[in-house]
């Protein structure tokens, strides 16, 4: 069967410029929900944007011809730079309608708004959401979106083949040529986020849907129901009253955003094109793990609360213990996969006990992150789960040094191999972080905000500047220096330092 004539012409094209024209057409999306609502200055501004940079891009395209793909080993290096690229240089496009919708406004405030939506980080660098009409709440919602299924995608087309973002843990439990992907080794670039876009495209749509729908049942209206239900499997955290805990289906809506947000926890949830799916879903290292932070992380929150309420004569109130319960279990939920909504009921355990609910808590999530693959970010929990295996055989080797683990193959290599490279990259994330404080605090932000502002920006998670810290931190009090430093770490979490380093292979640049 032949392929057909649009996958043909794009298949020799880079991976940039295709982002490129996807992400111009994407834009007529916002421009026609302007001119109904006949925000006509916003409608003009992203319609013509999307004309001139789409007929740029066809342009380019016609004129490079039907090249055939690069099959060569440094494709997918290549495909890595592109990547890179794109969250780095696509974001100058995305911000030019919203700039220009928002006279008021600097640009380079329109590039960090975008960097931020693009990499699913959702730190908002306008404090009022009313200042932004509905168009433009949509269009950060749908960067957002968009951004979340490029991570999707790429992650079996670019990253697996590299054993980069997660993949070299598993590939460390592998022999070699058991992975399901190898079936796209082959294959050019193009053609293999083509064929990924085709298979996980749909149930991406198809999701995001669903959950539209019920939390419409819950009492949203259509556009805050549209942008939290992108903004939940993009874990970007969007919002455009404030968070779920403004909007208009309480308790429904955060139980129905809870069970979506399950995706952003392990791949196999949707997908079982990783070396991992063959073991099952209910033995999934990343399922057990995140379910046991949910699990204990809440319980102990919940008996802080309770032992404090006693103390002020309201421990018997079992409205506000079900309610701070609630609050606690989606809340951890939230920042476990980096979405970072707060919970109606999180503010209840508090009035509840009077004691107050530590950031650092809600850091500690954030940095552990959730499923290697997915939209969250973070270190990732299959990372933590090399680290478990290898820090308890560590312990039984101490109480039995002749023992012999009974793991298996598969579980060694992760168990030695696995945790080597997750330690490096844990190292290499705590370098990370320093050098983002370090960075922050000389253009003259205080240590604590600095500290928050390094974890929501390495670990992808932006509505922790709202709820890390004792106080909200005032982002508008930024200067350009410190933005620039903050999109510039929110890239290099939403690609990891690996990825980065990846770039620095002398076959990528060796003529």
């Excluded at 949509?138 to 997660?166: C, D, E, K, N, T």
């Excluded at 502002?453 to 410190?482: K, M, Q």
Aim: glycine share 10%; with cysteine; proline share 4%.
């Amino acid at each position: 069967m032949t392929r057909k004539p649009v996958h043909r012409r794009l298949e020799g094209q880079p991976l940039f410029l295709v982002l490129f024209l996807i992400l111009a057409l994407q834009m007529l999306v916002p421009a026609m929900v302007a001119l109904v609502q006949e925000h006509y200055t916003i409608a003009r501004s992203f319609f013509y944007t999307s004309i001139l940079a789409s007929t740029m891009a066809l342009l380019i395209i016609l004129a490079r011809g039907t090249r055939p793909a690069v099959l060569t080993g440094r494709a997918d290096l290549y495909a890595l730079l592109s990547l890179f690229a794109a969250f780095l240089l696509l974001p100058l496009l995305l911000a030019v309608p919203f700039s220009e919708s928002l006279p008021d406004t600097r640009f380079i405030n329109a590039y960090a708004e975008m960097v931020s939506s693009f990499t699913t980080t959702g730190m908002t660098f306008y404090d009022d959401p009313r200042r932004l009409a509905a168009p433009l709440h949509l269009w950060r919602a749908q960067v957002g979106w968009m951004g979340g299924f490029l991570i999707w995608v790429a992650a079996a087309a670019v990253m697996a083949p590299l054993s980069l973002g997660g993949f070299e843990v598993t590939s460390a439990g592998r022999e070699m040529g058991e992975t399901r992907i190898d079936r796209f080794q082959r294959a050019g670039v193009i053609r293999r986020m083509l064929r990924g876009a085709e298979q996980l495209g749909l149930a991406y749509v198809g999701l995001t849907g669903a959950l539209w729908l019920l939390l419409l049942l819950a009492g949203d209206t259509p556009l805050v129901a549209l942008i939290h239900a992108m903004s939940t499997l993009s874990t970007s955290g969007i919002s455009p009253v404030a968070g779920t805990h403004e909007a208009a289906s309480g308790v429904p809506g955060e139980m129905a955003i809870a069970l979506f947000l399950i995706f952003a926890i392990s791949r196999m949830t949707f997908s079982s094109d990783t070396v991992t799916a063959k073991i099952g879903l209910h033995r999934d290292p990343e399922i057990r793990i995140g379910a046991a932070l949910v699990v204990a992380v809440p319980l102990l929150l919940f008996l802080r609360h309770w032992i404090g309420a006693f103390d002020v004569q309201a421990g018997e109130d079992m409205g506000l213990a079900i309610g701070a319960l609630w609050g606690a279990v989606f809340t951890v939920l939230s920042f476990l996969t980096t979405t970072g909504w707060q919970s109606v009921h999180w503010d209840t355990a508090q009035n509840w006990s009077g004691l107050s609910t530590p950031g650092m808590i809600l850091m500690g999530l954030a940095m552990i992150g959730g499923g290697v693959a997915t939209t969250a970010g973070g270190v990732k929990l299959l990372r933590v789960y090399a680290l478990y295996l290898n820090g308890r055989r560590e312990l039984d080797r101490l109480v039995h040094p002749s023992s012999v683990s009974g793991s298996g193959t598969a579980g060694r290599r992760i168990r030695r191999h696995g945790a080597f490279h997750a330690w490096i990259f844990f190292m290499l994330f705590a370098m990370c972080l320093a050098a983002a404080m370090s960075l922050l605090a000389l253009f003259g932000i205080p240590f604590e905000d600095a500290t928050v502002l390094a974890v929501a920006a390495l670990s992808n998670t932006g509505p922790l500047t709202e709820y890390g810290a004792v106080r909200p931190v005032d982002i508008s009090l930024i200067g350009t220096g410190g933005k620039l430093v903050l999109c510039a770490f929110m890239i290099l979490g939403r690609l990891e330092l690996l990825a980065i380093i990846a770039l620095f292979n002398p076959d990528l640049w060796r003529d």
